[in-house]
């Protein structure tokens, strides 16, 4: 890993545990196995966005990069890059015979026979607010919970949540990603009284960040321990019994399309995490003998080495570490570009964002 001056001793012993989750580059390994991701999203109005996360999830090392969009969308998302697979699945009100009558069930039936080839969905980049295209992707979200596929939501993903709360309540292979806005929007959804960042008021002496913390895990806990990235001037991070806060700083541009990178970063991540629990190569790590389920055994394993983590401590690490890649890649360019930033430079700084804050493990064979 490089010498990064700017990040917190504290943060790259977190890298450092990140590290263990990324599976080496090895000969044995065969198409597929270290990442198969799909970004749910694209329409007629929005194709940027379903691009920008996918090209995140495959400059980070995913295997294959699948966007699932709507038909008008498909050609326009596959001229960008022909790296991407691009399947034009997601019906609309325009490509049914009668949008107030439907079978959720047939609509959504081609994009649930991809699940068992998929480790990981993205759910929500340019999605739209399509009222068929939103009821075949809830279906697909009961669907891919049904099956314990993980996802990431943002966007109109997180509308679907706003509507109804029980598609994700409880499940703990989901992660959320709202801006400030969509925070807000959320609590209240969920009607509870927490504030957003921006929101956040504090008397002399207290500590705002800690007011943060709670107001995260609040919504987390109201949720039932889904994870909660809320993006902002530095990211808080919550499974609503341990949370992080990222202090990796980040580019000043606020372009559209950089919350893009995270959640397509998020993804290989999470495919890699599912690789990491079922063993795909030697961590060199001994078994644990619990599962960690409370904060102080959550933070004892963030905090020691040697011992295989629990689903628990590495969902939490990979919504940091997907935090911490885009603030990097956006710090990056726009260090480079100034006020002229936009979303594709900030793809662009994928790779090298990965190789100086996590770097590559011990094993991989990366110079042949």
Request: proline letters at 5%; charged letters at 20%.
């Amino acid at each position: 890993m490089e010498s990064v001056h700017h990040v917190s001793t504290s943060s790259k012993i977190l890298f450092s545990k990140v590290r263990k989750i990324v599976p080496p580059m090895l000969e044995r390994f065969h198409k597929g196995q270290l990442g198969r991701v799909a970004v749910i999203g694209g329409c007629v109005d929005y194709t940027g966005a379903p691009y920008f996360s996918a090209m995140a999830s495959a400059r980070l090392g995913c295997d294959m990069s699948h966007v699932i969009c709507e038909r008008s969308a498909a050609s326009v998302i596959k001229s960008y890059s022909p790296n991407l697979m691009v399947h034009p699945l997601l019906p609309s009100s325009e490509t049914v015979q009668n949008p107030n009558s439907i079978d959720v069930s047939a609509l959504a039936s081609p994009i649930v026979s991809m699940l068992s080839r998929l480790h990981v969905l993205v759910i929500g980049p340019g999605l739209g607010r399509d009222g068929v295209t939103l009821k075949v992707v809830a279906e697909v979200m009961k669907e891919a919970r049904s099956r314990s596929v993980p996802f990431v939501l943002d966007a109109d993903g997180l509308l679907l949540v706003m509507e109804n709360p029980n598609l994700v309540k409880g499940y703990k292979e989901c992660i959320l990603t709202p801006n400030v806005v969509e925070f807000g929007r959320l609590v209240k959804a969920l009607g509870i009284q927490v504030p957003s960042q921006d929101q956040v008021k504090v008397t002399p002496g207290e500590d705002r960040t800690s007011k943060e913390t709670e107001a995260c895990e609040e919504l987390s806990n109201a949720l039932g321990g889904v994870t909660v990235i809320q993006k902002g001037p530095h990211d808080v991070i919550s499974n609503g019994v341990t949370s992080i806060v990222s202090d990796i700083p980040g580019g000043l541009k606020r372009s559209g399309g950089q919350g893009d990178t995270l959640t397509g970063s998020l993804g290989t991540l999470l495919a890699w995490r599912s690789a990491y629990h079922d063993r795909l190569w030697d961590s060199g790590e001994q078994d644990n003998v619990r599962e960690a389920s409370t904060k102080a055994e959550v933070e004892s394993e963030l905090e020691t080495g040697g011992k295989r983590m629990s689903p628990a401590t590495t969902l939490l690490l990979v919504a940091w570490a997907g935090s911490g890649i885009t603030r990097e890649c956006s710090r990056r360019a726009f260090q480079a570009k100034g006020r002229s930033m936009q979303a594709s430079d900030l793809t662009d700084e994928v790779h090298g964002s990965f190789l100086s804050l996590i770097g590559e493990p011990s094993g991989s064979k990366v110079n042949l």
